[in-house]
Structures are given as structure tokens and as C-alpha cells.
């Protein structure tokens, strides 16, 4: 018998339907495993975490079979709480998978650090600009008796400021500044020698007269 005609004897054609067959249940199965395994079609909207501290994000997230993990805090916002979520990853309304990974931000307990700039021995109008550029908030500016018009002193909440000390951004910095009197002053007295020498000079002539 040859080949050709082997290929059209009942046992082969039997032989090639159970084989197919196979084919098909086993792809079925694979099919139905893969779906099981990967949660094909499940699907889970993630809820708005805005504003939630972390014992409200785990009771949130455990009742929906999703995990969370911490970032790096943000830059402080004065309309969260502290330590509250003011980020997240994939955003509030997406449809995630079961036990997927939710990202959060959370917001630090203040405005960070920052360092106070050099500032004193420039003028109230270099200072200014100078400062509220880096962060901060110019409060009360007092004037001193001072041969010039320089800062003399930074304050914050009454203490005393040196440049490179770090307080949080936003600070208020209240500023002492010269108001330059006793440079006018002493340029507008006049010279006591001088008034010795226009005396001398008034005694001589009338002695000079007699």
C-alpha cells in the first residue's frame, strides 16, 4: 500500500479525527487556565484616595484585594493633613487587576528646609526680591539709627537669623534695616575745629583794628 493511499484508509482518517480533537480540548483548556490565572476580564475601579491617612488606604484597599506602596513625600500642601495621601498611581476611577499595586504621595509634616541666604549688608531693595525668590515671606521691617540704609538683622519668630540657617519655606522673616540718620548727621554738624578757626580769625582782626 502506498502512502498516498494510507492517507485515505479509515484508520488514518480516525487517527487524524482523534487528533484533532485533542487539539481542541487541549487548547480549550489552555485558554480557560491562562484566564484563570491572569483574572482575564476582572476588573477593579480604583477608589479616590485623596486626603486618606494610611489606616484609611488599608481597610480601603484590603476590601478590594489591592496593595499599596509609599513614594516619596511631596512638596508639603497646606489643604491636605499631614501624612495624608496627595498622590496617587494609577488615578481614582481606572479599572485595575486584583492585587495590583496602588502607588501613593504623602504629604510631609511641613514645608521643607531650606537654607536662609546671605542677605545682610545689601540694601532693603536688593534683600527682597532676594529672598521671597527662595521661598520666603517678607514680615515687619523695622528701621535703626545706622550710617546706611543695609540689613542689618534677619528675625524669625523673634530669633535671630544667620545665612545658612535652615528654616521651612514660607517663612515669614521680619527684616531690621538701617535708615541711614547718622551718615546725614554727622555730615551736616559742623567741624568744632572749624568754629575755633573762624573765632581766631574774628579775635585777630580786632586786634589788629585797635
Not at 48 to 71: C, G, P, W
Amino acid at each position: 500500500m502506498t502512502f498516498i493511499k494510507y492517507l485515505f484508509t479509515k484508520a488514518f482518517l480516525k487517527q487524524l479525527l482523534f487528533a484533532v480533537l485533542a487539539l481542541i480540548v487541549l487548547s480549550f483548556l489552555a485558554l480557560w487556565w491562562l484566564r484563570s490565572t491572569t483574572n482575564h476580564n476582572q476588573k477593579i475601579e480604583v477608589p479616590n484616595l485623596a486626603k486618606f491617612s494610611l489606616d484609611l488606604v488599608e481597610d480601603q484597599l484590603d476590601e478590594l484585594d489591592l496593595r499599596y506602596e509609599i513614594l516619596d513625600s511631596a512638596n508639603y500642601n497646606p489643604d491636605y493633613p499631614r501624612y495624608s495621601v496627595i498622590e496617587q498611581i494609577p488615578k481614582a476611577g481606572q479599572f485595575v487587576k486584583e492585587n495590583r499595586k496602588i502607588y501613593l504621595t504623602l504629604n510631609p509634616s511641613d514645608y521643607r528646609k531650606i537654607k536662609v541666604p546671605e542677605v545682610l549688608g545689601k540694601t532693603g531693595r536688593q534683600a527682597r526680591p532676594t529672598l521671597l525668590a527662595m521661598g520666603f515671606e517678607i514680615g515687619k521691617i523695622s528701621k535703626r539709627p545706622h550710617i546706611s540704609d543695609h540689613v542689618l538683622e534677619m528675625r524669625f519668630k523673634g530669633e535671630k537669623l544667620t545665612p545658612g540657617m535652615e528654616i521651612p519655606k514660607t517663612s515669614v522673616i521680619d527684616l531690621i534695616v538701617g535708615d541711614g540718620t547718622q551718615n546725614r548727621v554727622r555730615s551736616e554738624e559742623p567741624d568744632g575745629d572749624g568754629f575755633e578757626e573762624k573765632n581766631t580769625k574774628k579775635e585777630t582782626t580786632r586786634d589788629g583794628g585797635n
